[in-house]
């Protein structure tokens, strides 16, 4: 079934000062994955799964880049839009790897990928409106719309032998008076799910119908385990003048988590409204951060593609031991670089989240930190090096072997 379409009503709060506090941002919910990360982030020996970055940091050709352009004296107010430079070298990118036209005038840099989705949901929806998000999901596109105002309504995936499948029919019932727009994530975060070709058309055509927006995230596009370069987008079947919105990031492709670079892409006409929301929240992003993203794009493709060799052989490593075991359920995803899977008995996933820190020394992320659907899994991020996953493969499997489903006689 969907979700309400309401937010979680704030809790009372016992101090006054806070009451002033406007009710729909004090019931931002706290993330169920930092809560996890704060309890074992100090653990000797710990290893950390539960957060979406790999353990490789940034290249030092784009930290050079960086650098250079920091000690050039790169440090005043830059174009709000992006550096012309940068939004030529995304062209570039985009072009080669979409087919699209080399139009540099559709893109805009942001400060991360999480910025270019806050911008999105403004020129988008606010107060009354919903937005329509598949879930389990990543949680800040709900939490987005809920800063702006709007209400997410979670539509919940399938969930059968091919892992996870977008429900077509729930996802147009999904659809009210209210509704702005549909928000996509392909291949997603927390479930590896990617849209066929047919799923892109279907949400497409609900959304030309019903005059929505689509929200596409597709950040992790190159991280596709099919034989193309890069899984299917909305990019190989929309038209120039539909309402589609690309949120992108520089982090997960380049290994660029923490410097907080992505761009947005939208049709040119939207130009000046994005330049608005952009300087009227952080004036741009800084110049020299800019030359090491350009960098990324005009010399990482070796980089990347060994990125998503390296997560390949991790989701196999980590996928074919825990299935071994008997006790998980999981269908080894095929984009993404998560696992979600469940453990037999265990449907306590926040707790699950906790004792695993405590008895295996192995940092996991709680399916209910991804909303509706997330009940009874847990999230894995396989984007580590061969050594550190055959480890946490090792822990959890032996935490497997020592105990049991809750209830059952096992010790």
């Known amino acids: 079934m969907m979700s309400p379409a309401a937010p979680v009503p704030a809790l009372p709060v016992e101090d006054p000062y806070l009451e002033r506090v406007r009710e729909h941002v004090r019931a931002l919910p706290e993330s169920g994955i930092v809560e996890v990360m704060n309890y074992g982030r100090d653990r000797p020996g710990m290893i950390p799964l539960w957060a979406g970055e790999g353990d490789v940091p940034t290249p ?34 985009m072009s080669g790897l979409y087919g699209v036209p080399e139009t540099p005038e559709r893109y805009f840099v942001t400060g991360s990928g999480m910025q270019a989705i806050h911008v999105a949901m403004a020129l988008v929806a606010g107060a009354g409106d919903e937005v329509i998000i598949p879930s389990p999901t990543w949680p800040n596109a709900a939490a987005a719309a809920q800063k702006a105002g709007a ?22 019932a999904a659809v009210t008076p209210s509704t702005r727009a549909i928000f996509l994530n392909t291949p997603a975060n927390p479930t590896g799910f990617v849209a066929t070709l047919d799923d892109l058309k279907a949400v497409l055509s609900l959304a030309r119908r019903h005059g929505l927006w689509i929200i596409a995230d597709e950040i992790y ?32 492709n380049w290994a660029m988590t923490g410097w907080r670079i992505g761009w947005l892409e939208a049709h040119p006409r939207l130009g000046q409204i994005i330049e608005n929301l952009i300087q009227y929240s952080t004036s741009g992003v800084a110049a020299f951060m800019q030359r090491g993203a350009i960098a990324a794009l005009d010399q990482g493709e070796p980089f990347v593609a060994e990125q998503i060799a390296r997560a390949r052989r991790g989701r196999d490593l980590v996928g074919d031991a825990l299935l071994a075991t008997g006790r998980v359920d999981l269908v080894k995803p095929p984009g993404a670089f998560y696992l979600f899977f469940g453990i037999e008995g265990r449907r306590d996933v926040r707790s699950l989240g906790l004792t695993l820190v405590d008895e295996a020394n192995v940092g996991l992320a709680p399916g209910t930190a991804f909303g509706l659907g997330g009940e009874g899994f847990m999230r894995l991020c396989f984007a580590r090096g061969d050594a550190q996953l055959a480890e946490a493969s090792r822990r959890l499997v032996a935490w497997l072997e020592r105990t049991g489903p809750v209830g059952s006689d096992a010790a």
């Not at 250079?68 to 012309?84: D, I, V």
């Not at 969930?159 to 429900?167: A, K, M, S, V």
């Not at 991280?223 to 690309?246: K, N, Q, V």
């Open 151 to 172: 209400r997410a309504v979670y539509v919940p995936f399938n969930y059968g032998p091919e892992g996870f499948t977008l429900d077509h029919d729930r996802l147009a």
């Open 221 to 252: 596009g190159r991280f596709y385990y099919g034989e193309e370069a890069r899984a299917p987008s909305f990019h190989d079947i929309m038209d120039e003048e539909d309402h589609i919105l690309f949120v992108q990031t520089f982090s997960k």
């Open 60 to 93: 030092p050709f784009i930290c050079e880049a960086a650098a250079s352009a920091l000690h050039a004296g790169e440090t005043f107010y830059t174009w709000q839009r992006g550096l012309p430079e940068l939004r030529a070298a995304i062209a570039r990118y």
